[in-house]
Structure formats: structure tokens, C-alpha cells
């Protein structure tokens, strides 16, 4: 079975509300015919709404975070039932500038991801190692760990609405993209914990993500490997044009 190809854009804390549909609007105007591949966008939740109803159906969207609880005394924060009436599919969980400039835990992203199906919403969970892991040699130990605590409870029919996203941390933001042969033997050893954990069948319908300094000169190598399924994008998806040359790689 040939799994889902997602691009996904995190906005991250960039555009207001008119940056925002201006960019909706240059991605939909630009998009052309890309058969079975999702598109993606995770504006600030103070403008999903608005993005939700400019994506007409044709972009998906999601939201970068929520807390666990339905509702409460919890200022600032978020909840799924919100996300969910924002009009929001998806919610990006345990990202790395969550995990490490919010100390996020893995403890926090596993409730995360529960409430993420209790309330209906399709979790996209980011995983990825420091450079001080990777040069200690310890990426596969430390994504291998990230993805068993996110996981702990979900089951095998929830896996099936599952996005990975492996994003190296030492990639985000810094212009060092992982090279293709890196991201794609992330890939397979988060695929064997996922063997692991599921079998064989659950663990090849779910979609990774590779995300960690994507361009338009890095795409067509990274999208090669047949364990890289897609792209998630920071900077690079702030530009239509920049989105959209990453989204159109050997169509
Ligand atoms: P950059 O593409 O800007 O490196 O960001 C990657 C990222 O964090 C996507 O979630």
C-alpha cells in the first residue's frame, strides 16, 4: 500500500491575520494539480479560523499546540475542544521548541497525544535528537525513547491517524538539513519501533515527516528515500513561492 505524501508548513509565531490569508491565498493560487499529496499549513491559533475557512478544504490545517485538559482554569492555554471548533484537523505535538524552550515532558506530550484522539484530531508528534545526542551517538536511543513515552496507551487502531515527524534538532532553523541518508535511516529505525510496537501493517501506513531546514535546493534529495514521506517546513513555508516549489518536487 503506498502511503499518504503530506507537506507541511509550521508557521511557528509568524504572520498576522493578513500575512496569513495573503499566504493561504498565494499557496492556493499556485498549487496546480498535486494528485494524492495533502497539503498542510499551522498558522497561530489566534488566526485559525480564518485560515481554515481560506483554506476551502483544499489546504488542511492544524494547530501547533494545546493543552490536555477539555477546559479549566489554565490561562493562556488552549484546548482540543477549541482546536477542533477552530476547524483545525491536525495539532502538532512535542515539538522540539516546545520540548526544550517550554520543557515540555515526555510525560505532558503523551497526555497530549491522548487527547489529541479523545477529541477527534490527527496528532502530527515531532521527534528528534540534540546535536550532543547524535555526536554521543545516541540519535536512534533518543527517538526510539521520545516515541515509546508519546505512545504509551494509544492503540493500534489509533497509530492509523498517526504523523511522525522526525526533526533533528541541530537541523531546525540552523540551515544544516540532515542529509538524505541520515533522515532516511531515522526513518527506518522509527518504522522498526513503531514494527515494534504495532506490527509490520500499522507501522508502514504511518506517514514520517522529515523537518529540519527544508528548502527548495535540498527537497528532491530528501524526498527520495522510501522512508521519507514528506516534509515538514519552517522558514521555507513563510513564502508561497518557497512552499510551493517544496511542494511540487518531481510531481
Ligand atoms: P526550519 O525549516 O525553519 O528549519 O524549521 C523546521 C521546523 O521546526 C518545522 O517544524
Request: one cysteine or more; proline letters at 4%.
Amino acid at each position: 500500500m503506498k502511503r499518504r505524501e503530506i507537506f507541511a508548513g509550521n508557521w511557528k509565531m509568524y504572520t498576522t491575520l493578513s500575512e496569513a490569508l495573503e499566504l493561504v491565498k498565494g499557496i492556493i493560487d499556485g498549487l496546480g494539480n498535486i494528485g494524492s499529496r495533502e497539503v498542510i499549513v499551522f498558522p497561530p491559533a489566534v488566526n485559525a479560523r480564518e485560515v481554515v475557512k481560506a483554506c476551502g478544504g483544499k489546504i488542511s490545517v492544524g494547530l501547533q499546540n494545546m493543552y490536555h485538559e477539555k477546559e479549566g482554569a489554565f490561562t493562556g492555554e488552549i484546548s482540543p475542544v477549541m482546536v477542533k471548533d477552530a476547524g483545525a484537523r491536525y495539532i502538532l505535538i512535542g515539538h522540539s521548541e516546545r520540548r526544550h524552550v517550554f520543557k515540555e515532558s515526555d510525560g505532558m506530550i503523551n497526555k497530549k497525544v491522548k487527547a489529541a484522539y479523545e477529541y477527534g484530531l490527527e496528532p502530527v508528534l515531532c521527534v528528534g535528537e540534540l546535536l550532543e545526542e547524535r555526536e554521543a551517538g545516541n540519535s536512534e536511543i533518543v527517538v526510539e525513547a521520545q516515541l515509546r513515552a508519546a505512545c504509551e496507551g494509544i492503540s493500534a487502531e489509533q497509530m492509523k491517524k498517526m504523523v511522525i515527524a522526525y526533526e533533528p534538532v541541530w537541523a531546525i532553523g540552523t540551515g544544516k538539513v540532515a542529509t538524505p541518508e541520515i533522515a532516511d535511516s531515522m526513518h527506518k529505525s522509527i518504522r522498526k519501533v513503531l514494527a515494534a510496537l504495532y506490527g509490520n501493517d500499522i507501522a508502514a501506513m504511518v506517514p514520517i515527516l522529515y523537518g529540519g531546514s527544508v528548502k527548495p535546493d535540498n527537497i528532491a534529495g530528501l524526498f527520495s528515500p522510501e522512508d521519507i514521506d514528506g516534509v515538514l517546513v519552517g522558514g521555507a513555508s513563510l513564502k508561497a513561492k518557497s512552499f510551493l516549489d517544496i511542494i511540487h518536487v518531481k510531481l
